[in-house]
Nanobody, 114 residues
Framework: VQLQASGGGLVQFGGSLGLSCAAS????????KGWYRQAPGKQRELVAR???????IYSDFVKGRFTISKENAWNTVDLQMNSLQPEDTAVYYC?????????WGQGTLVTVSS
C-alpha cells in the first residue's frame, strides 16, 4: 500500500491550505484514515481522523479550524486547514488504517510564517 500526500507549502499567519492524500495498492478495507503531524523536536500527534462510518475526531488544537473531508472516495483523505498559526508548522502525514495496521504517506511540510 502506498500513500501519496500533496498540498503542503508556505502560508502566512491566518491563511489556508488544503492537503490531499491518495492510497493505492492492495488493501482489503479501510477502517479509518486521517492525518498526523510532527513538529521539529516533538512527537508525532494526531490532527484529525475519520472512520468508515463517517465519525470524525479532531485534536483540540485544530477544532474549528481544520476539516477532514467526508466526501472523499474510500482511498483518499483531504484536510482543509484554515486560520493557520505558526504553531501549525510541521510535517503532516496521512494514513489509512486496516484493523490495527496503519499505512503512512511520506509527509508533506506545512510552514506558517508569523
Amino acid at each position: 500500500v502506498q500513500l501519496q500526500a500533496s498540498g503542503g507549502g508556505l502560508v502566512q499567519f491566518g491563511g489556508s491550505l488544503g492537503l490531499s492524500c491518495a492510497a493505492s495498492g492492495k488493501i482489503l478495507s479501510i477502517s479509518a484514515k486521517g492525518w498526523y503531524r510532527q513538529a521539529p523536536g516533538k512527537q508525532r500527534e494526531l490532527v484529525a481522523r475519520i472512520t468508515n462510518s463517517g465519525t470524525t475526531i479532531y485534536s483540540d488544537f485544530v477544532k474549528g479550524r481544520f476539516t477532514i473531508s467526508k466526501e472523499n472516495a474510500w482511498n483518499t483523505v483531504d484536510l482543509q486547514m484554515n486560520s493557520l498559526q505558526p504553531e501549525d508548522t510541521a510535517v503532516y502525514y496521512c494514513y489509512v488504517q486496516n484493523g490495527r495496521t496503519k499505512y503512512w504517506g511520506q509527509g508533506t511540510l506545512v510552514t506558517v510564517s508569523s
